[in-house]
């Protein structure tokens, strides 16, 4: 793996059953990826398993001699936006997890999504009850744990944040805390409604997310084409060029002042060969 740091590292999502060292590594290895994002929980359950500490070493050893900034995803159920009780306290127990490991795997961010407001809330009741669930999750947060990266969805539902201003009321909800970023994922923003294609599309899009986030807020990039077409509020993924929004934009994502130093994860179909296939791919298009 490569121990000098591009502008935008390359990398991928990366299975770890059978071992977060032993086998996500070595895949990361195998696709010579620049840097990895990982599950440590089932992504569909509430599971909130316990680590080995020694894949735990590793890996974090491993990433940290190659400069490979790694990354959490957290479950996809947890939504503390819901009106349901149990969901919302197992969604704390959720994150919590994912967070404490994030720590010791020596993870840079953990990637939450931004849930919805469920049962007919309004955004605003739902938002309050984000705040008074993660703003305590964002205090216990030292200098050494991973940030809070929060990841608009394709706005599928009665989504909080699927715009680039729909994340303006959530950071407000947060008090703008010091560990709070963004992971902005193409394929979510492009099914929202932002145009991303042509010549302004991707640096318009970007420039709207700073002008809501401010600067340095944009922390991790999950760089996904869509099989569906702008606007379509469908959260499904594409190899990079093989979808509606194409090569052009993720060239053009290389080159926004917003993007200096942020890392790309895919996150795209049709398994090892797909994925290094596409990690290959956006290297050209940021290498030239
Ligand atoms: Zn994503």
Redesign the pocket.
């Known amino acids: 793996m490569s121990t000098q740091q591009s502008r935008n590292p390359v990398g991928s999502h990366v299975p770890v059953a059978g071992g977060l060292a032993s086998v996500g590594l070595s895949y990361a290895r195998d696709l010579a990826a620049e840097t990895v994002q990982v599950f440590v929980a089932n992504p569909r359950g509430w599971a909130t398993p316990q680590g080995n500490p020694r894949q735990d070493e590793e890996f974090r050893a491993a990433c940290a001699a190659g400069s490979i900034p790694a990354y959490v995803?957290a479950p996809y159920l947890i939504n503390l936006g819901s009106h349901t009780e149990a969901t919302v306290v197992r969604s704390v127990e959720s994150l919590r997890h994912s967070l404490r490991r994030g720590r010791a795997i020596g993870a840079r961010g953990v990637?939450v999504h931004t849930g919805s407001a469920t049962g007919g809330r309004t955004r605003a009741v739902a938002l309050k009850q984000v705040r008074e669930h993660l703003l305590p999750l964002l205090d216990e947060l030292t200098h050494d744990d991973p940030d809070l990266l929060i990841?608009s969805t394709a706005g599928q539902g009665a989504s909080l944040c699927s715009r680039t201003w729909d994340f303006g009321p959530y950071f407000e909800a947060l008090d703008a805390h010091p560990k709070l970023g963004v992971?902005l994922?193409t394929?979510?923003i492009f099914a929202a409604g932002h145009d991303l294609t042509g010549p302004a599309g991707t640096h318009q899009t970007l420039d709207l997310l700073v002008d809501t986030i401010g600067e340095g807020r944009l922390k991790l990039i999950?760089a996904?084409d869509s099989q569906d077409v702008v606007g379509a509020h469908k959260d499904r993924?594409a190899n990079i060029g093989a979808g509606h929004i194409g090569e052009d934009p993720f060239r053009a994502l290389m080159t926004h002042p917003a993007t200096e130093n942020v890392p790309l994860?895919i996150?795209t179909p049709g398994g090892k060969e797909g994925h290094a296939a596409d990690v290959e791919r956006l290297k050209k298009l940021r290498d030239g």
Do not use: F, G, P, Y
């Open positions: 995803h990637v990841e992971c994922d394929c979510h999950h996904n993924h994860i996150e």
